[in-house]
């Protein structure tokens, strides 16, 4: 068991409750193009890119322009509403503590997922974005993570795809038994049992749970 291990973090409903922000986004993307957005529906479902959601609410044509304007409403709508989850830096911390590396690696627009971080001051080793799913593993075997912690069905099959160890938390949009049931290794009910988690890990005492 690698006593100093390389952790990948996932971004939205993992290190930060990133539901307030994006509602208020929505809001204003609806505001700005004049088409309805549901807002209280769309945080419902973070996770996927951010073009899979707006394609509910936009034509195909519109889908690059509306996504470029989302982003670059982001960081005056999104960024200072947006919470870091329980234990987020403390998970962090225990990966520093352990010798080991922590990085991000998010489907959500690099530039804005650091704008978060920064603002949160929370200081990762590396942050990775615009990969969504088995597309993390890009990164994940880039950097050589031993795990990867996160909250949706396409983080498991991100460390799946990454031979990493999948842990997952239960403080996005599915349940302990979804999760356990779609293959984490982990589940865990938020970061802050992750602490406690990683020294099993490196003591090599972890098991499925």
């Not at 830096?89 to 690696?105: P, Q």
């Amino acid at each position: 068991m690698n006593t100093a291990p390389t952790v990948g973090f996932d971004l939205d409903m993992t290190l930060i409750d990133s539901r307030p922000g994006i509602h208020a986004c929505y809001v204003e993307l609806s505001a700005r193009t004049g088409t309805h957005v549901d807002a209280d529906l769309a945080v419902t479902r973070l996770g996927p890119p951010l073009e899979q959601e707006l394609a509910h609410w936009f034509p195909a044509e519109r889908l690059a322009a509306t996504a470029a304007l989302y982003r670059e409403l982001y960081p005056a709508h999104a960024i200072a509403p947006t919470p870091a989850l329980a234990g987020a830096a403390e998970a962090i911390a225990a990966v520093r503590r352990a010798g080991g590396r922590a990085i991000v690696v998010t489907a959500k627009y690099e530039p804005n997922a650091k704008l978060h971080l920064e603002h949160l001051g929370i200081e990762p080793d590396a942050v990775v974005g615009d990969l969504w799913a088995e597309q993390k593993a890009v990164a994940l075997r880039e950097h050589g993570a031993d795990v990867y912690v996160g909250d949706h069905l396409g983080d498991i099959r991100g460390a799946r795809a990454a031979d990493a160890y999948s842990v997952a938390v239960a403080t996005g949009p599915y349940t302990v038994g979804e999760l356990r049931a779609a293959g984490a290794d982990t589940v865990l009910a938020d970061l802050t049992e992750f602490p406690g988690w990683l020294d099993s890990y490196r003591e090599g005492s972890a098991v499925r749970a």
